[in-house]
């Protein structure tokens, strides 16, 4: 998955970011390409592909997703569109399930904590 090595960089041919070394290019990848499943295919008729059997990229990062929808959430990251606000500090998120997360935080229960 690598392009043109200079001075010890190689490129991501999926994303083309550019990495020190092929273990970093290597991690990069099993964490934001992993190959599809073979079992996908049974996901798939001859006339609709299942949309997690698709690689969806966002075109700003090169984040991959497996379904387009969550891409489309993602994409609002990058157009800094937050529309959840917390009503206890006024910090703002881009999805209500990354409010729920904060919201915690104001709360005295803590839902995980450390094995000791």
Request: aromatic residues 6%.
């Amino acid at each position: 998955t690598a392009t043109g090595t200079v001075t010890g960089f190689v490129t991501c041919n999926v994303c083309k970011l550019t990495f020190q070394g092929e273990a970093m290019l290597r991690e990069h990848t099993s964490k934001h390409h992993p190959p599809r499943p073979a079992a996908a295919a049974h996901h798939q008729s001859n006339d609709l592909k299942s949309s997690w059997a698709l690689s969806h990229i966002c075109e700003t990062c090169g984040k991959d997703f497996a379904y387009k929808s969550s891409l489309t959430k993602h994409r609002l990251i990058h157009l800094g569109h937050k529309p959840h606000r917390c009503d206890q500090c006024g910090k703002k998120f881009v999805q209500s399930s990354h409010l729920r997360r904060h919201l915690q935080s104001h709360s005295k229960s803590k839902p995980y904590r450390c094995k000791e």
